[in-house]
């Protein structure tokens, strides 16, 4: 028998990204629109561990596209990773007589959707939400576009004083396990290289590389590193050091971004997927559609298996690794 949906929670999860309330905003509007009951869940899941329940009306996210951060707040909650957790919060909603659950977070926050929807008769529809653009199955997470506009006026400012001193700048950023900040901010900033986990770096080649750009009279290099490691080596220091240590002839600093990059005002392009992708989210649970993704592929939306989205298998395309080889000569 079809269910009927008559109230939904939503609640953002992990690290907060740009857009975040842009998806809030038309989840709940959309909602409303189909008059369903839109309970928002603060904190991720400890809220609704903890029943942090606030009924959410379509004057609740008013002035809110425009706003970096999450309205909702946002926690990564380890109790909710055990079961004892997730049957609390089943109880809760319960209670509370919510149907359905939108949760808009990254790769560990809709690891817990899944397991949450195995466990219980509950429809989940997930929104990628994080900087990180690191779910299979979607071109672009929500949050992603804004990031990478951050780091790359960053490294614009970066240049400026890395030309000025003919020094060679590692400059770290995030995206956890994924190299996509990295490798697109480094082509768009005009970088002289990335280091990705995705590929393998040399330090040899690296030198030899930004040696050669100093005899075509490049006198300073910006690098773009992953913050991730990779079989337990990594980040903009390790490499920083090597370079100093054994190519002293080169004058080596390091920038490391750090949160910085999850804040300020959403792109026009984040606002944008944020508004499709929390517009498909009501429209997917009024369909019948449960315990999936929102994606975007070729600018169109599409479903996700959540099971799928969080494999932590999304390729990088080999055609940007070879671009900003090409561009960086
Ligand atoms: O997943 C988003 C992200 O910003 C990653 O890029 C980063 O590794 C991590 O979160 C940082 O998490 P926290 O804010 O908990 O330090």
Partial sequence: MERVIKTIGVLTSGGDAPGMNAAIRAVTRTARYHDINVVGIMRGYQGLIEKEFVKFTSSSVSNTIQRGGTILKTARC??????????????NMVEAAIDALVVIGGNGSLTGAQLFAKEYDLPIIGLPGTIDND???????IGYDS????????????????????????????????????????????AEAAIIPEGDTDV?????FIERGKRKSKNSAIVLVSEAQKNGVGGAMYYAERIRNEYPQFDARVTILGHLQRGGTPSAYDRILASRMGYAAIEALMEGQRNVMI???NDEIVYVPISRAVKNNKPIDAELISVLNVLSM
Wanted: hydrophobic share 40%.
């Fill in 135 to 141: 779910l299979y199955g979607t071109d672009f997470t």
């Fill in 204 to 208: 040899d080649q690296l030198a030899a």
């Fill in 295 to 297: 994606g975007i592929k």
């Fill in 147 to 190: 990031a990478l506009n951050t780091i790359v006026q960053c490294v614009d400012k970066i240049r400026d004083t890395a030309n000025s001193h003919d020094r060679i700048f590692f400059i770290e950023v995030m995206g956890r396990d994924a190299g996509f900040l990295a490798q697109n901010s480094a082509i768009a900033s005009g």
């Fill in 78 to 91: 380890g109790e909710f990773m055990t079961a004892e957790g997730r049957k609390k919060a089943y109880d």
